[in-house]
């Protein structure tokens, strides 16, 4: 089992940055996939980047190329978000996820976090 906690949601300009934490609790962190999905209002939830085990292999949705950075540490069981010149777009709740397998997080993932709130004013 794996908890996954979020934090550092809130409100940013367009153009700013917000840096998005997921604590994890449980057992073996490093063995798991980590990854970020987004929900908008009224739509389906969108994969936002994923990371390996080691963190050195890390995907992104062509949405979010150059400008939002996943990584980890899995010393502190963590794995952040980076997110620079947001625009409106990026609205939406932000959850992370574990899974074994990418294949198996973009599928749907094994854990999910509650999610946290990112709201970008034009």
């Known amino acids: 089992q794996v908890q996954l906690v979020e934090s550092g949601g809130g409100l940013v300009q367009a153009g700013g940055s917000l840096r998005l934490s997921c604590a994890a609790s449980?057992?073996?962190?490093?063995?798991?996939?980590m990854g970020w999905f987004r929900q908008a209002p009224g739509k389906e939830r969108e994969f936002v980047a994923s990371?390996?085990?080691?963190?050195?292999?890390?995907y992104y949705t062509e949405s979010v190329k150059g400008r939002f950075t996943i990584s980890r540490d899995n010393v502190k069981n963590t794995v952040y978000l980076q997110m620079n010149s947001l625009k409106p777009e990026d609205t939406a709740v932000y959850y992370c996820?574990?899974?074994?397998?990418?294949?198996?997080?973009?599928?749907?993932?094994?854990?999910w976090g509650q999610g946290t709130q990112v709201t970008v004013s034009s």
């Open positions: 449980g057992r073996s962190f490093s063995s798991y996939v």
């Open positions: 996820a574990a899974a074994l397998t990418r294949a198996r997080l973009q599928s749907g993932g094994n854990y």
């Open positions: 990371a390996s085990w080691s963190g050195s292999i890390t």
